[in-house]
């Protein structure tokens, strides 16, 4: 089982749920590159395509034929594509939040010109390629700061992803473990129709679970599940984009269930 992170996140963001997945599989949780003890790339360009790159990269290179894949944001975007890609290789699929931009965001994004949309992109690299990491004096410091934007979560929860999450400074400060250049996404990137192309490669069961607190438009409802094969759709109420740190125990139960089902090939 391969579990991939999210933007600005990091591998043992996943920490709780790989330990209770890892009682019955192998459980894989890669850094995606310019997070956690990732290398940053020189230019600050981070395409979904080169995350999907690196994680076949690193399926090959463990030679790994057949796997369970899961992704949280970002990162079920990017386990999307592979299982579009390379169906044959993934034997459940599960994708917290993986879809990307509602149908209404598309529109808007479509409604704007092409020139207005590539010197939005412009400015907007130019001032990502700008900024710098967040310096913090301690590691107190940034658990304030991650508290006060989660309140809700446990203060054990707040303090690991806390810790996990910032890399340390040579003067003794600390900074979060994300490239902040890295968080622009490139007009270079595969059209929304061609994505949900790969989408209807899928052919292993699927699971799209939301929280219906989220930002994050239901594909249930937005007619975005249609495209695929075998997809089931799920909201956990009370619960928001980090839905599985937001109610564990249902997200657990849930996802559970889900990996009890038999595969399609069995």
Same mark, same amino acid.
């Given at each position: 089982?391969?579990?991939?992170? =999210? =933007? ?23 850094? &995606? ?24 990269? &690193?399926? +090959?290179?463990?030679? /790994?034929?057949?796997?369970? @894949?899961?992704?949280? $944001?970002? %990162? %079920?975007?990017?386990? @999307?594509?592979?299982? %579009? @890609? ?11 939040? %993986? ?14 010109? /092409? ?28 658990? *304030? ?12 929860? /707040? ?12 003067? =003794? ?11 622009? #996404?490139?007009? *270079? ?12 490669? /899928?052919?292993?069961?699927?699971? &799209? ?22 997809? +089931?759709? $799920? ?17 657990? #139960? ?13």
């Amino acid at each position: 089982m391969v579990l991939v992170h =999210g =933007g600005r996140d990091q591998k043992r963001s996943w920490d709780r749920v790989a330990g209770e997945l890892s009682q019955s599989y192998r459980v894989i949780a890669p850094d &995606l590159r310019g997070h956690g003890q990732s290398d940053w790339v020189s230019d600050g360009d981070y395409t979904i395509m080169d995350f999907v790159y690196d994680l076949r990269s &690193l399926i +090959t290179h463990l030679e /790994i034929e057949k796997f369970t @894949l899961i992704g949280h $944001s970002l %990162g %079920g975007n990017i386990a @999307l594509r592979y299982a %579009g @890609l390379l169906p044959e290789t993934i034997e459940q699929l599960v994708a917290l939040e %993986g879809l990307g931009p509602s149908p209404r965001m598309l529109a808007e994004r479509q409604a704007t010109p /092409i020139p207005q949309r590539l010197h939005e992109w412009l400015e907007q690299r130019q001032k990502m390629s700008a900024r710098t990491p967040r310096i913090m004096a301690d590691v107190a410091t940034a658990q *304030a700061r991650m508290q006060a934007a989660f309140e809700h979560l446990p203060e054990d929860l /707040i303090h690991h992803l806390t810790v996990t999450g910032v890399k340390q400074n040579q003067d =003794g400060t600390v900074s979060w473990a994300y490239d902040p250049a890295g968080m622009g #996404r490139s007009p *270079a990137d595969l059209t929304h129709d061609q994505v949900v192309h790969l989408w209807g490669r /899928i052919t292993c069961p699927t699971w &799209l679970v939301y929280g219906a607190d989220s930002w994050a438009s239901n594909p249930a409802e937005d007619g975005r599940a249609k495209a695929f094969q075998n997809a +089931t759709v $799920s909201l956990i109420d009370q619960a928001g984009h980090w839905l599985h740190h937001d109610q564990y125990d249902v997200f657990m #139960r849930q996802l559970h269930d889900f990996l009890g089902r038999p595969s399609s090939d069995t």
